[in-house]
Structure formats: C-alpha cells, structure tokens
C-alpha cells in the first residue's frame, strides 16, 4: 500500500503504476486524504436562507426562505484572491472570504407557495440526469378530519400538497402534481421515492402508492396507482362481476380494515412497543413477494449482509454507489457487529435497526469524507445520513484510517469561540459537497434565532 501523505509524491506513484482492475475509482477516492476541508471561516456573512443540500452532482446548493416561500439555487464556485508576498500561507484571507457570495453565485429565486402554501424545507429529490428537482408546499395539517371518501380513520388531513418539477438550470416550472385532502408524510422525503425516471408518492390518508413517470421533457405522467386496485383493469372487472363482489365484501373484505391497520401505523406508532411490517411487493404480478414483521432475524441478516440493497440509488448516479455501509465497509461491519454484542437484548436490537428501514431516497451524502476506508469520526456527531443533531462546542474530529493517530481536519460549528450561553438547546447540520473539499456547517437554536453559518475548505 502506498505510505506517502505527500501530494505530488502520490500523483507521481500514480503515473508508474497501474491499479488492479476495478480499484481504479477507490484508488483515486484516497487522494482525499490528502485534499481535506481543513480550514474555516467562521460566522459568515450570508442571506437568513434555510440552506437544504447540495444536489448530487455538485452543480446546485439547494435553499429555502425563511417565510417558506421562495426556492433559491446557488451554483458553489471557489474563492480566489491574489497575493504579492513571499508566504501567504501565514497572511490572512481577505475581508470579503467572509462573504457567503465569494464562495457561492445565486442562479435565481423562483417563488413557489401559494396563498395558505409552506414550502416543505425538508422535502427535495433531484434528478441528475435531467438536473430535474423535484420540491413540495402543503397547507395545515387538519388533525381531526373525517375519513370521508374512503379515507382512513385518524390519518390527518392536508387540504393540498402540490409537487414541482423544475428544471435547476434555470428554475423554469416544468409541470406540477396536486393532491387534496390528502397526506403524505413530507418530512425528509418520507413520502416520495425516485428511481430513474419512477417517482412514487404514497397517500396515506387512502392508503395508495401513486406511480409517476418523468419524461424527459419535463412532463409528470400517471403510470399506475396501487391501493384497493392493483391491477389496471381491476375497477372494470369488479364493476362488470358486482355479485361476484358482494361475496368477498362478505368473507375476506368485512376484515379488510384491520389488514389494514397493520401497515399503517408503521409511520406513526414507535416500533418498539407496536409491531410494524414490512412487505417485498411485485408491481406487475400484484404478488407480495415476502413479509416480515419487525422483528424477524431473517429480515435482519439480510439486513447486515446485503445493505446496500435496502439503499436503492438510480442507476446513473455514479456518486451515490461509494457509500459506506456495513455490506461493503469492513469498519462499518466491526461497528454494527460492536453495538450488536453490547445490545442487552438481540430483539430489541433487531426491532431498533429495522425502525430505519425503509430508507428514505437521498437521504446519504456522496462526500468521500464519510468513507469510512479512509477516515474515522464519532458517527453520533456527524454522519453520512441527512438529519439534525445535538450541536456540540467541541470540534468534530476526522482521524486517518490508514494511519490511526494522525489528525486530518476538524470541523466545528457555531462561533469560533463557543456559545455564550451553554443552557440554550442547539441544532446543526452539516451540508458536504460530493466531490470539492468543501461543507457548510449551519448552528441554530429552536428560538428561530439566525443561524450560524461556517464554511469549511481547503485554502
């Protein structure tokens, strides 16, 4: 294995040496060892946005406005400056590094909420080989609606939820899909999976999966929709055999709704004290292909030897396939294997891991710097997975797996000098780009206060 930490030395190996077939990718991904975000700006000035991620490809930082209206897209670009001394290593980088516009170049700002309408800052799948995103406002929720219309029973309501489909080059509205009185669990993209050109958006409240195609020209099309109809022809047959009908209203369907409370209250109820199921369903046989309920061992081995499996990315997203998981991460094995042993109980453990499935789409990051092959960090304070945490005043440390007691850069959020006020509860997330040495960490507290925003890169 190559020893040297020295760029230039690593990118002289690299042109005298040829890599074993296939490792030519992983090969390349080590010079991020050498390339590490290591220096920050700290409480840069920036627009009081809600700042999303950034799209997989790198091209577009996602943001939101504070009042939950307004869509704005930056294109990450670098800072440069000159300089006319000897060493300007040791000089300070000029005031206007400390400007969120030297890093960053904001494309547009396309107003998306209607009247009543919150755009959902959580919610937002990206199309990479489109640039195509997709973004969602809702109304209120109405928690005590009636189940009318076959709605089900203590499902709340949301009197309208509208999808967009823009184009990111531009902002242009390319098509958009209502529904009402309807729910979809919008959160971290819950609701919403895409794969390729599929989208499936799942209704709650009537307990449908709505597929969607999106063509290329930007246009949302109905493909099918699975719930008390699976078949395309379903309706017309049942309509053409109502005898036929009544008898199994009689028999199998007098029962149907408590089938049917079984699967729903996977989303809402904690499945550590309520069972939850999970079904493997083929959408052109109408078969259910396996079921398993929340504590099954069998779901869980699959679970520790195929993960990669439960993380199903679209085949032209080459970013997406080098996440590290502990079906093909060593260290991400030993660390699963390690809270196993030291679970008091093993179905309690089991029902604890398969409360994260199923995983939400795009909810990883890309960034090399959540390889686990190629660093260490304490995964309860960062990690690949897009959610809030517990901000902390100490910095988060990145610590060379190939080299177990070297330092290769920390990341700390908030002030340079600590929080005043250690009482105050604070939440931090951490935006990485995919490919540039570069993140964003953003420090807020739950009194809707600006944020503290901090630029990490490598200067």
């Given at each position: ?6 760029v ?9 040496s ?7 990718i992983?090969?390349?991904?080590r010079?991020y ?5 290591g220096y920050?700006?700290?409480?840069v ?5 809600s700042?999303?991620k ?6 577009y930082?996602?943001?939101?406005s504070?009042?939950h ?13 000159s300089c ?6 040791s ?10 516009e030297s890093f ?11 009247s009543?309408?919150l755009?959902c800052k959580d919610?937002?799948?990206y199309m ?11 109304t ?8 009318t219309g076959g709605?089900i ?8 939820i ?5 184009r990111?080059?531009d ?19 819950i ?6 050109d ?5 209704s709650l409240r009537y307990q449908?999966?709505?597929?969607l195609q999106?063509?290329?020209s ?18 017309l ?28 209250w996977?989303?809402s ?18 078969e ?5 309920q929340n504590?099954?061992?069998?779901l869980y ?10 993380h199903v ?12 998981s502990?079906?093909?991460n060593?260290h ?26 199923p ?6 990051s890309p ?5 686990q092959?190629?660093?260490r960090?304490d995964?309860?304070?960062i990690s ?5 945490r517990?901000s ?8 060379s ?26 939440i931090?997330s ?10 964003l960490?953003?420090q807020?507290?739950l009194?809707l ?5 901090n630029?990490?890169f490598r200067?």
């Amino acid at each position: 294995m190559f020893k040297s930490n020295n760029v230039t030395a690593r990118l002289f190996e690299r042109q005298i040496s040829t890599p074993a077939p296939g490792t030519a990718i992983h090969r390349a991904r080590r010079f991020y060892e050498n390339i590490v975000p290591g220096y920050t700006i700290y409480d840069v000035e920036c627009p009081d946005h809600s700042f999303r991620k950034f799209t997989d490809d790198g091209l577009y930082l996602i943001s939101f406005s504070r009042n939950h209206q307004d869509l704005i897209v930056y294109r990450p670009t670098w800072l440069t400056f000159s300089c006319k001394e000897e060493d300007c290593d040791s000089h300070d980088l000029p005031l206007k590094a400390r400007k969120f516009e030297s890093f960053f170049t904001q494309l547009y700002s396309v107003n998306l909420a209607s009247s009543g309408e919150l755009i959902c800052k959580d919610f937002f799948l990206y199309m990479e080989s489109n640039q195509f995103g997709l973004f969602a406002t809702s109304t209120a929720q109405i928690h005590d609606a009636p189940p009318t219309g076959g709605a089900i029973q203590g499902v709340p309501s949301v009197e309208k939820i509208t999808f967009y489909l823009l184009r990111l080059e531009d902002g242009a509205r390319l098509d958009e899909r209502v529904f009402h009185n309807d729910y979809v669990n919008l959160a971290h993209s819950i609701g919403a999976f895409l794969y390729d050109d599929l989208l499936a958006i799942v209704s709650l409240r009537y307990q449908r999966i709505h597929i969607l195609q999106i063509r290329d020209s930007g246009d949302l099309v109905d493909v099918r929709a699975i719930g008390e109809f699976c078949r395309e022809d379903d309706e017309l047959f049942l309509n053409f055999n109502s005898q036929r009908v009544q008898c199994l209203k009689k028999k199998f369907y007098f029962h149907f709704q408590d089938y049917i409370d079984l699967i729903i209250w996977k989303v809402s109820r904690n499945a550590d004290s309520h069972p939850s199921f999970f079904a493997v369903y083929n959408m052109e046989t109408t078969e259910i292909v396996a079921f398993y309920q929340n504590s099954a061992d069998e779901l869980y081995f699959l679970f520790e030897l195929f993960s990669d499996h439960f993380h199903v990315s679209s085949k032209s997203s080459l970013h997406m396939n080098f996440m590290s998981s502990h079906s093909n991460n060593i260290h991400a094995l030993e660390q699963l294997r390690c809270t196993k042993n030291k679970a008091t109980s093993f179905s309690q453990f089991v029902k604890k891991m398969m409360a994260s499935l199923p995983f939400s789409c795009q909810s990883q990051s890309p960034s090399p710097y959540f390889d686990q092959s190629l660093f260490r960090f304490d995964e309860k304070l960062i990690s690949a997975i897009d959610r809030h945490r517990q901000s902390t005043d100490h910095p988060i440390k990145f610590i060379s797996r190939r080299q177990p007691n070297i330092l290769k850069f920390k990341m700390k959020p908030g002030p340079e000098a600590g929080s005043t006020d250690g009482r105050t509860k604070k939440i931090c997330s951490f935006l990485f780009h995919p490919i540039l040495p570069l993140a964003l960490s953003v420090q807020q507290t739950l009194f809707l206060q600006a944020s503290v925003v901090n630029i990490h890169f490598r200067r």
